[in-house]
């Protein structure tokens, strides 16, 4: 069986040279083959809201554009009866379990998505000035802190944005026919915080390099 190629592993090395250029205002890259599962289920139902908390250590978020995290995984509010689980690599089957488990005879669905959409990591003082380039919500750190997150455009990309802590991180899910166009427009941004431009970042990735 061949080995997994992470969709943006032609871009890795782009990313560390931009990385340096920026003096440590600025790093990025790929979190590839992340579990993510779409959970719908009715928020009201407390036996669920309980039992999804016993198995993820956290409470399924209630407000709108939050997110909840423990343990390296996280449930981000999609909507007021939707949410999208995030694991660790290889955790769909155990979370596909815990959840089903977790909505009994209720009605619900969990759904495998992890294959719709590879996520990419942004981060350092400048990141929050990268992302307002291309991005309409409001960034401002009083009211997009850790623990927000939004289903935006970043450069007309349909993207899921997510801080994830103070540096500032953000995590930007992206639909992976989309990731290559999303990889692209943020090394562009990122030139004007660099000393000096990388020295691929106007070069497009060779054909020997990209993911089969």
């Keep these: 069986m061949a080995d997994k190629r992470a969709i943006l592993d032609g871009f890795a090395s782009r990313f560390s040279e931009v990385a340096a250029a920026s003096g440590g205002r600025l790093a990025v890259r790929e ?19 309980d039992a999804v908390h016993k ?11 939050t997110a909840a995290s423990a343990g390296g995984r996280s449930a981000l509010w999609l909507g007021p009866d939707e949410w999208l689980i ?9 979370l596909t379990r815990v959840l089903n488990t977790a ?13 719709n959409r590879t996520v990419i990591e942004l981060s350092g003082p400048a990141a929050r000035d ?26 007309k990309a349909q993207v899921i944005i997510h801080q994830v802590n103070d540096a500032p991180t953000f995590h930007l899910y992206v639909r992976t026919s989309f990731a290559w166009y999303v990889a692209e427009w943020l090394l562009d941004a990122m030139t004007e ?8 970042a106007s070069v497009p990735v060779a054909e020997s390099s990209l993911p089969r």
């Design 130 to 155: 990268v992302l307002a380039h291309g991005c309409l919500v409001d960034l401002h750190p009083r009211v997009f802190g850790p623990g927000r997150c939004a289903q935006t455009l970043l450069a």
């Design 31 to 49: 979190v590839p083959f992340t579990a993510q599962l779409n959970l719908r289920t009715n928020p009201s139902d407390s036996r669920i809201g």
């Design 193 to 200: 915080y660099c000393a000096a431009a990388p020295t691929g």
């Design 103 to 115: 909505l009994g005879e209720s009605f619900g669905s969990v759904v495998d998505v992890s294959a």
């Design 86 to 94: 995030v694991g660790g690599e290889g955790e769909e089957s155990l």
């Design 55 to 65: 198995a993820l250590g956290f409470v399924l978020p209630r407000d709108p554009n």
